[in-house]
């Protein structure tokens, strides 16, 4: 995720994309041979990796930056109420798609909805049985969903489908398993955020693409915030990537959101308010249409 705060201790999160950066300068410049083409940037110093995989690897890192109290300032002052804004009343299952250590389920059900969990990590499906809270979650791929056809009410999913192996899968899954008439809300990094980063010039602080913004680029950065470390990956997708995935699964966007962080949050912090001038997240709600 994009936030830190602005401690001595901290990282700049764009650390790790512009160490993308400076490998693709550096794969460019060594095609740079004479009478050689220039290749396009390539994606040879991008992350490979299962994302899933990388996620439960790294599940301990993630349930101390989630759990920690007011550790995850973008969570729970940013992405969360803008996300609970979004939602329909609570009726029928909900499920949790990448629920993570369960936070979101938690708050769902303490909310009235009934919410269950679903994540690809071994790990942070335990975690989330064993909180004092114990919601239900389930283990499994979002790319097969392991819920009947038309079973949910709503399928909400909070920074997961920029994490996902195969998105369009996914998003197929997550029609199959709604209900007509069902909605499907997601807070998503924003497109323009995945495929920049910020970085100092003698003019100051600019933001500037880190790879095509077209292609849909795997990435991985660490954050690191008061003594903790969180190594991530994920992938940039550009927007019409989500918008026609779920257009060809018969979703309709009802809402579509950029959120902005307040006045007095991003007076606290220099790296929240960089987020006034670029969108972060994306938060969006949309329609199961009625099968055909
Ligand atoms: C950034 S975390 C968000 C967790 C939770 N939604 C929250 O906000 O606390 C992304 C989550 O997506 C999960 N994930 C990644 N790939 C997945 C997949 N293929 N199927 C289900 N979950 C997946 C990860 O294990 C991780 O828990």
Known sequence: MSETGNSPK???????????????????????????????????????????????????????????PGHDHFFWRFNL??????????????????????RLTRTLRERGYR????????????????????????????????????????????????????????????????????????????PLNTAGLFRETERGEEFALWAPYFESTRYELTLARNGKVLPLVGCHHPLDHYTCALEASGFLIESMREPRPDDAWADQRRLVARWRRVPNALHVRCFRAPRP
């Open 10 to 68: 901290e990282t700049d999160p764009d650390d790790g994309r512009r160490k993308v950066l400076r490998g693709l300068v550096r794969n460019l410049r060594r095609s740079q041979d004479p009478g050689e083409p220039v290749p396009p940037a390539t994606r040879q110093s991008h992350s490979h990796a299962s994302l899933r995989r990388s996620w439960d690897e790294n599940a301990a890192s993630w349930i101390s930056w989630a759990r920690h």
């Open 81 to 102: 109420p803008n996300l609970l804004a979004l939602l329909p009343q609570p009726e029928g299952l909900t499920i949790d798609l990448g629920c993570g250590e369960g």
């Open 115 to 190: 919410a269950v969990g679903f994540d690809s990590s071994p790990a942070l499906v335990r975690a989330a049985h064993l909180h004092d809270e114990r919601a239900p979650a389930f283990l499994g791929d979002a790319a097969h969903l392991p819920f009947a056809d038309e079973s949910a009410a709503l399928v909400v999913a909070c920074m997961v489908l920029q994490d996902l192996d195969d998105l369009d899968g996914s998003i197929r899954e997550v029609s199959r398993v709604l209900a007509p008439g069902g909605r499907f809300c997601f807070a998503i990094l924003h």
